[in-house]
């Protein structure tokens, strides 16, 4: 299975990437709370889970998404205690991104005694990039959609790059939209990944108009084809704002997983960037 790291070798990503250049003549779109996805921060994390969220708190972050760790889903942290560590901070965990695994069952109750909304599958949960596969998987994400609402939890997926391979004339990421139920399968869209795979993300909010109420902020160095600071790389970061009504966002969470210096820094830098445009 390919991780985060694995990247599409498509042809044309330079560019189609050419087409979300930033413009300066963009019109200024309101963003309401950033949060960051905590794999931003995760070494950080893991060394100390409590001062790395200060640290966030202090650039003025409000919404959490965490990520599965060596240290479980919070960083050695309980459920609960995640959840107060947050509030004390007067930040809030919305979402995590968790592994289906045998593990399912006790993923959704630490997730429901941590307050949070979503629940995120982070990765293709078998592998096998065919149209077959990708169908199962579907039925697969409908019935853990119906499981999460019992639970009082949103279920969702979130893309890499892989999932925009087509087979035989599918794109296999259409796939999983076509065949997942709206109302229970919540789609997180990476918008890096996107367009690192030569695919435009606007498309994507015009033909499944509503279906991504979380979305991973993320600029892409399209040459090197890694995370960068925001305005440093493909992704017209003001342009995108604008379809936020289309896409239908309610959560909006900057990840980067490469930096010019440090995670810290990069954050700081994304944030005043998102103040100035």
Sequence with gaps: MKTRRNFLKTAGTVA??????????????????????????????????RGTLKKLADLGIKQIESARS????????SAKEMKQACKDLGMTLRSGHV?????????MEEAAESGQEYIICSSMPSSGQTIDNYRRVAETFNR?????RKTGLKFGYH???YEFEKVDGHVLFDLLMDNTDPKLVHMELDLGWVIASGNDPFDYFKRYKGRFP????????????????????GLDISKTLQHQGESGLKYLFIE???????PIESMKYNMDYLERI
């Design 16 to 49: 189609i990437g050419s087409m979300f250049l930033p413009s300066f003549v963009s019109a200024r779109a309101k963003i309401k709370n950033p949060g960051i996805q905590l794999y931003t921060v995760r070494t950080e994390m893991l060394a100390d889970a």
């Design 70 to 77: 060596a240290k479980g889903n919070y960083y050695g942290l």
């Design 99 to 107: 592994a289906v695994d045998a593990k399912w069952q006790q993923t």
């Design 144 to 148: 853990y959609g119906e499981e999460c």
């Design 159 to 161: 893309n890499h790059d």
């Design 214 to 233: 979380l979305w991973h902020l993320k600029d892409m160095n399209l040459q090197k084809k890694e995370s960068t600071e925001f305005g440093k790389g």
């Design 256 to 262: 980067q997983e490469e930096y010019a210096n440090n």
